[in-house]
């Protein structure tokens, strides 16, 4: 698992814990958290992806942030990473989202 800065923010720093922290976290096993998410119709990564989804959609509508500082922010380890995401996510990369500051 990655290092945390101290002064990073929670929400990334929980989307870069592995499955096995959080479910520690959580009081239970790792195999216990998965089987639950599963039940539930999802899993520990999906739920990443959406959280990570969901702070982009934030990040790019009401931040002046550069398309680096939300890619740190949201756990990636590059922009390019960050850009192959939004793009499944939105049909578009970021800068293209940000230069119009609207969502489909």
Known sequence: MPACHAEAPLAPRLMMMAASGFARKLGMGERSLQRRLL??????????????KELSDELLRHSHLGLADISFKLGYSSSNAYS??????YGQVPSTIRAHRGFN
Do not use: P
């Open 84 to 89: 192959r995401a939004a793009k499944q996510w």
């Open 39 to 52: 039940e539930s119709g999802t899993s520990f990564d999906g739920l990443v992806n959406e959280a990570r």
